[in-house]
């Protein structure tokens, strides 16, 4: 179904037979009015303003519209820095491995043809998650030209900035802020390269390309691949978090080294983070036996605070007739859940990629003192349109998300709302690593305490078929609404508390 603003200017420019290009940049509606910026390649006269103001009255005739025009034309310079900061800020998982230098500009003018120029490996990203579409129709909303994009493989005596170059690495810490940590002691042992400085793991496990992480040994298992290969699996805690790589060895000597190394050792690992199916995986190449400094104490990331107020969403307070009975007081919960403030979240999105896909509706729940006191829903305007199935998975459709907040306006109201509290979800790996990864761009770190209901579930009730949200709201008898999120998180937090029952 065709927007109805885009409706009104496809009838304005018929009218105005190409004279002036105008498109609508946004449309926002709010407080009963209706808000439309428009963006032109030239002046646009009053006559014809008027005109177009008139249009849109009649389309929207029983609110107030407002109009504001705005001449937006890109140069060569312009289009190249909107690209880098549209890659900067949608492309986090690469966004290291990417410099104002890596997009060139072929050709200017109305049409503009431009080259985002990288390695094989970030090629491959940019073009599995569709960037280029996705950045053209950036474009075409905030400029009156035509783009053009490609992404092109990098040879070595170009500018682009290569995975290995710790300039570039260098370069954005302060962006990313990402810690480092030279580590103690190191004893060269598994690998010709020398390397002492590890990456937080807190920082570094979303950001695919080389890195190093080092950390005390927490679990060591030997595995078998699908191709029937032998390979180990290391799980390294930092302190800060921790990650778990995968080492493939057929190296009878290194094989050797690997029986010295077992939970309690600490070491400094060398590897790739790369992708598959979604998420990031690490893979070690090599590594050396090492201590932590004197005193390490992992140094706080500094985040922005919440805001003091909120502005796009208000927690409504709560209370269930349910939580009243007799058998739900606080007496007969345990003291974990009555002594902290547990928030249950859901989301929802427009995929299941948490480095392309986007968060088009958050709900959250409160519980304090073992009780559900409040609720939180906002819709997000994801700037993308949603696919069929995503729509009826959710029932959530472009024209509800018409002239919502987007994912920067709406993110400090869910921050408020969080707080400190332990973070809940059904499966909270999704949601979290979502959250946090919309988080970064905007200078918020989440890194609250997580609980998995999907993992109690698993321990508490393993004669369940499936330990689905859905299958174990069944078992407690709770209300079940899929699938959006306020519904899936309020059964979400019922299931908690009668599951801390058990």
């Known amino acids: 179904m065709q927007n109805p603003c885009d409706k009104v200017l496809e009838a304005v420019k018929n009218f105005l037979g190409g004279t002036v290009d105008i ?15 428009l963006i032109c ?3 646009v006269s009053e006559e014809d303003r008027d005109l177009i103001k008139s249009s849109f009255e009649n389309e929207f005739s029983a609110m107030p519209i407002n109009l504001n025009f705005s001449k937006s034309i890109a140069d060569a310079e312009i289009c190249k820095t909107a690209v880098f900061n549209y890659l900067q800020t949608h492309c986090f998982s690469v966004a290291h491995a990417i410099d104002k230098n890596s997009v060139k500009i072929i050709s200017g003018g109305k049409k503009i043809k431009y080259e985002i120029v990288v390695l094989d490996t970030v090629k491959e990203y940019l073009e599995r998650t569709g960037v280029i579409p996705l950045l053209n129709d950036f474009l075409h909303r905030e400029y009156c030209n035509f783009f053009e994009g490609e992404i092109r493989a990098s040879s070595h005596d170009e500018s682009a900035p290569t995975l290995e170059d710790d300039s570039v690495l260098e370069s954005d810490v302060l962006d990313l802020q990402v810690r480092k940590v030279k580590m103690a002691e190191v ?6 390269e020398f390397y002492d400085t590890a990456t937080y793991i807190q920082d570094g496990k979303e950001v695919l390309g080389k890195c190093y992480f080092a950390g005390t040994v927490v679990e060591k298992e030997e595995r078998v691949s699908k191709k029937g290969n032998t390979y180990y699996r290391l799980t390294l805690d930092d302190k800060s978090s921790k990650i778990s790589g995968s080492y493939f060895t057929s190296d009878k000597q290194k094989l050797q080294k690997l029986q010295k190394i077992d939970v309690g050792s600490v070491i400094i690992a060398r590897g790739e983070m790369d992708e598959f199916g979604g998420r990031t995986s690490f893979i070690i190449k090599g590594y050396h036996l090492c201590e932590f400094p004197s005193g390490y104490k992992p140094q706080s990331r500094p985040s922005k605070k919440p805001p003091e107020k909120y502005t796009y969403a208000f927690p409504t307070p709560c209370e269930t007739s349910k939580q009243d009975d007799f058998f739900t007081s606080s007496n007969t919960l345990p ?11 859901d989301i929802e999105t427009t995929g299941t990629d948490v480095t392309s896909d986007k968060i088009t509706e958050i709900g959250a729940v409160r519980i304090k003192n ?7 829903q906002i819709l997000i305007d994801p700037e993308v349109s949603l696919s069929k199935r995503i729509v009826e998975l959710t029932g959530i459709t472009d024209e509800m998300l018409v002239g919502k907040p987007k994912i920067q306006d709406a993110y400090p109201d869910f921050i408020k709302f969080l707080g400190d509290a332990v973070f809940v979800a059904h499966n909270a790996d999704f949601d979290y690593r979502f959250l946090k990864n919309a988080g970064k761009p905007l200078g918020y770190f989440v890194e609250n305490e997580c609980v998995d209901t999907l993992e109690i579930s698993r321990k508490k009730l393993p004669w369940l078929s499936n330990h689905k949200l859905n299958t174990v709201c069944a078992h407690f008898n709770i209300e079940f609404r899929h699938h959006r999120a306020l519904s899936d998180a309020f059964a979400t937090a019922e299931a908690l508390i009668e599951l801390a029952k058990l």
């Not at 498109?23 to 910026?37: D, F, H, L, M, P």
């Not at 004893?187 to 010709?192: A, L, P, R, Y």
């Open 23 to 37: 498109r609508i940049n946004s449309a926002v509606i709010k407080n009963g009015e209706v808000t439309v910026n």
């Open 41 to 43: 390649d030239s002046v």
């Open 187 to 192: 004893v060269k042992f598994c690998d010709d």
């Open 335 to 345: 003291k974990w859940l009555t002594e902290k403030e547990y928030v249950v979240v």
């Open 370 to 376: 073992g009780v559900i006191r409040e609720t939180f």
